[in-house]
Every structure is written in C-alpha cells, then in structure tokens.
C-alpha cells in the first residue's frame, strides 16, 4: 500500500499543505473544525509525518531537550523465592523506607508542563537524566538531537552549558547565579522564603528558627535562605547567631538531621526546610519519636508537593508552580529561536504560602 503524504490529506480535508502542517506542528493557531477536519483526514488515510523531512524543510528538528539532574533510581530489593519455566516469580517484598524521591515528585510536575507545552507548540520533548559517569556525553548527544534546551539547575557544569549554548538556546530552570547569558525561569524564591518565616516571627514569636538547608551549590535554596536571613534581620534577629543545618534536599538526610536534633536533647521552636522532602524527612523521625509538631517543634518546607498535603500533619509550605516552570521554560526556549539577539531574560513566577497542621496546629 502506498504511504499517505501530506499532499494526499490537504486534498482529503479540502485544505492547503500548510493548514496541515500548522495543524500537525501549531494546533493551537488553527480553528477547531479546521482542525478536526485535518486530524479526521490524518487518521482515516493513515498519514504519518516524515520527520527528516520537517527537518530538512526548516532546518530544526521539531523537538526540544529537557535535562535532569541524576534521580537515584535503586529499586528496593525483594527476596525471590520460588521460580517457574512460566517467567513467574513469588518474591518476599520487602518493606521499603518510606522514602519518596524528590525527581518523582518536583520534577514530574516540571517535566508534566514542559510537554504539554510543547505539544501546544507542535514540538516533541527529548528528556534526558543525567546518570553515569559521563554526563557530557548525555548532553552533547541531546543537543545535537534539539532546536534548544532547559536545564534543571545543577544538572550540568558550567562549562558544559557554556559549549552547548553555542549551538542551541539553553535556558535555565533557575535563577541567576553568576551573571550568565542564559534565559532563566525560576520563582519568588526570595519573597515566599521571607513571608513564611516572617508569618513564624510574627504570629508565633518564634525567636530562634534553623534553616536546614539543600545543596551548596543550588541557586535556588541560596535564594530561598536569603530569604530566610532578611526575615530575621527585620525582626531584629541575627542570622549569623542561628546555626545552619545540611539536609541537601534529601529526605534521607533530613532524616539523619532529625535524629541528630534527637540526640542532642535541644530542638528549636521551629526548622525552616529549604525543600518538602527535607521536611516529610524531619517528620518520619518526630513523629516515632513522640515528638509533637507543631507543639514541640514547627516544620516547614518549600515546593508544594503533594506528599506534603498527605503527611502527618500536613505540612506548612511555600507552594511553588512547578507545572508553569516548566510551560514557561518552553516557552523562553521558542522565544530564543524566534529571537536569537535579544538580551537574556529572566521570568520569576509567583509562589502562595500555604499554612498547614505542621505550624498551626489543628486551625489550620
């Protein structure tokens, strides 16, 4: 049977060939009967897009990148006890930690938005995790494969940004951090840190909060400890008096930083966490521990995860929009190819306080 071209589906649909490409590759600009007409003739003759094609023709390759950071991805081990011809097995599954990944959680919701964005386009979406020990190579691979890039912060040296960025747009899931010429989309990192810690000085006096804080080289816990800092010292409280903590955005850490706490004998009135999963991490020990939050000791994190609206207690947190991060990363990607020479920008999107059963107590 002879393969459907385009020209066959701009006759079938009773359109022009470049209706059908705008509906293939930019839906949302075209009519919705024109559209249902052409997507009806698409289906009913079979027609599938030639890719190499659409390449040659524009000289891009309809698709954009979107790196990680590398997830842990170690599955939780399972004692295998009997095994059949039939590939069936009967396995001891072995509790796990409780441990819920941050990649699966903050950086679905990015990755949820970034495609959806870029469907509405009429892009597709590469994604690459950088895992190995060659990173470099990852990335150098998906850039010769895309018309741009976003990158989650942290996910490549700067060097490496600096070589991929003479070839395609890069944008930065983040803030700015030295100056760069990179476009970035973060949020009120700096605003929502402050307003939650000042709600914490303010409505319950609290006088000696901990930050516990993500990795040193995350510009975006920078932000949202300075934050922090400026709340205090509006207060009249001096940052530098008040101990730092290191959970490194893990929830694994965050537990060590808790037991810690424990063994110490002395909790503070409250910790301000740098992320969610610091936080979820800190109440999977108090609580064993009959410790009591929010009587004992408040616990606040940052991101807006949906674990954090499920805990016990729920926790008080600054609720990022993680899906529009990664909407407004595409977006920033489009408006680079479309504009290469204009001046790098930088979108803060806003973030809401939400304040829950973990500093409020049950009127939240």
Known sequence: MKAATVYDVAAHAGVSIATVSRVLRRPGDVRASTKARVLASVQELGYVPSASARSLAARRTGVLGLFFPSIDDEEN????????????????????????????????????????????HGFALMVGVGRGSNPAAMVNDIAGRVDGMAVLAR????????????????????GPRRGDDYDHVSVSNTEGMRALTGHLLD????????????????????????????????????????????????????????????AAGTLPRALVCGNDQMALGLLDVFGPAGVRVP?????????????????????????QPMGDLGRAAVRAMLSRLEHPDQPPITSRLPVKVLLRESSEGASA
């Open 77 to 120: 081990q399972a004692e295998a006890v009997f095994e059949q011809d039939t590939q069936v097995q009967l396995v001891v599954d072995i509790p796990d930690t409780g441990e819920v990944r941050p990649p699966n959680l903050y950086f679905d919701e990015v990755l949820r938005g970034s495609e959806r964005e870029a469907w509405r």
């Open 295 to 319: 009587v004992d000791v408040i616990v606040t994190g940052f991101d807006g995860i949906d674990a954090g609206r499920l805990s016990t207690p729920r926790l008080t947190t600054v609720h």
């Open 203 to 262: 409505r319950h006096g609290v006088r000696d909060p901990v930050y516990v804080a993500g990795p040193a080289d995350s510009p975006d816990d920078a932000e949202r400890h300075l934050g922090f800092r400026q709340a205090l010292e509006a207060a009249g409280i001096d940052p530098a008096a008040l101990p730092v903590l290191r959970g490194n955005f893990s929830r694994v850490q965050a537990r060590a930083v808790a037991e810690e706490l424990l």
């Open 155 to 174: 996910s490549v040296p700067d060097e490496l940004l600096d070589h991929v960025s003479r070839r395609i747009p890069v944008v930065l899931i983040a």
